[in-house]
């Protein structure tokens, strides 16, 4: 699957001459009075509108931090542009980010403030309030990806070019097919744009098919170049199916579902645009595949080839035997190897014809078989366990393997070798076999059958000395001893939990550390977007549980409110605010200055100085 590929840039391409004399022009910027606000488009909007808030700062930026949204869902951004002026020798300049915000649900919601480093001084925006009246319904992401799932739904009408520049292309090697002949399905992913990150939203469920996955070996992409309808795009193959159709007919397959995060590039705005390169804004697509239709044919009429294995393909048939003499009511494996590439799994076990007296049970199968982007092939070895009764010189029949050849659109036959087997006399085994219901139709080959003894039968009960024992005794009291255990355990439990804020806070640190093992597990495979998610999710769930917060109330405001009420020193409050900031500011771009196994091993340290404060 994709993996993530970048983060929000805005790319630069300019020249030696206009870089010196940016920097020439922006070290001599005053920034004597910093003003750094927030607005948004509107105050009131309706559920499923998109509005925007905007981050204004008159200074050259160091870092920013996004704020806590507060309910809403981002659907776009961050959108980053800046500005600069020289009117009669001053020198002036701006930046701003802002993001597409939708709510999905009426209400009253906050946008808390934004945190900037500017001059090395740290300023932040007034909150802003928003009110959601009712307004058309907003569908809800119920993909199941990898990804865990994108906010808010894609804007197919506003963002109605990207489909131009990126889409799947569900493609068959073939449309018609007979009945159980193998065919490959490929979905292709064409892009002419960068992508932020990806979601599987919905596979189809290939009714009508048996499928098999074709397993992808390397972790990297591999992209090709590829000209489709006079454009070119860089391709590559998401998914790889190997299908089997079970009936004839026409049979249709769905489409598959994807979300991009992409960038899509936008017009200039003014001169610095133009110079230091173009903008891009980061918006939703949700990607479709196109449908498949496949022709399904019948195979033809098999009645005369009853020794048929129901197998479609090419295919190689042998036989061998691990003995050619042994003794009567020995064992001898008889195996059959049926090689080539085909319907290999749902071919049956071809029919064994053996002599009379020679006891035969059911074949086991192993299987070497390989799914690749050519088809499944590989072997089938089919071992039947045989038992000759009597003894003398046998002759072992070939076996007839057909097979239904869609090349040549007929059956093939094949045969294997013959073979001799001589039986000597062994040792009477004494087991028995009845044909019969009397005692003179009855072949005696072993002991294991005994006739019903008749006559008197002395019977008696024996016994060991177990009843009346200690041991005895002491069984009949664990019963009731146990359940009187249970029950008092159920009851000093059930008032344990009664108070639910206690159990919270118990529980506030088993909910951090899985979350802190499930970062560690994301920091060993190099997932960034993933490690910082789980720290978030752990220090946001630790104090939840331990300070009784409630999810909507989670602000940074009153976190640090619940924090000096149960007297923990404002440093500890500090670091754990920054580690908080810091993981939010991962979401959108890259975190430079401090390592991520230091943020992990920080996360960890607050938590335990916390624990020890309380």
Known sequence: MLRKIGKLKTRVNTDGLYTCLMLLLWSSVAVSQVKFTASVTKNQVATGETFEVTFSLNANAESFSAPSFGGLEVVGGPNQSSSMSSVNGNTTMSLGVSYDLVATKTGIFTIGPATIIAAGKKYTTSPITIQVVKGA?????????????FPGTPNQAEYG??????????????TSAYRGEQIALDFRLYTRIQIEANQLDKMPDFTGFWNEDVKNTNPNILWRTETYKGQQYRVTDIKQIILFADHAGDITIDPMLMTFIVDQPMPAKDLIDQVFGNNVRQVKYQAKSNKVIIHVKPLPDNAALNNTADAVGKFAISASLDKHELKTNETLNYKITVTGSGNLK??????????PGFEKYDPKTEDSIKVTSN???????YNYLVIPRNEGTYPINPVKFSYFNPGTGKYETLVTKSFSVKVNKGVEE??????TTDQQGILQLGNDIKYIKTGKLDLSIRSDGFYGSLLYYLLLLLGPISFCAVSWHKQWNAKRNSDIVKLKSRRAVKVATKHLASAEKELKARNSKAFYQNISQGLYGYLNNKLNIPVADMSKENIAAGLESRNVDAETTAQLLSTLDLCEMARYAPVSGISENEVFQKAKNIIYEIEEKL
Not at 137 to 149: A, E, H, I
Not at 346 to 355: C, F, G, I, N, T
Not at 375 to 381: A, E, L, N, Q, W
């Open 137 to 149: 319904p907003v569908q809800q992401n119920t993909g199941s990806g990898n990804g865990g799932g």
């Open 346 to 355: 749902l071919m049956k076990a071809p029919v064994v014809d053996l002599p």
């Open 430 to 435: 004494r087991s028995v076999t009845a044909n």
């Open 375 to 381: 088809g499944v092939s590989g072997y089938r070895i």
């Open 161 to 174: 070019d990207v489909g131009k520049s990126i889409f799947i292309r569900a493609v068959p090697s073939k």
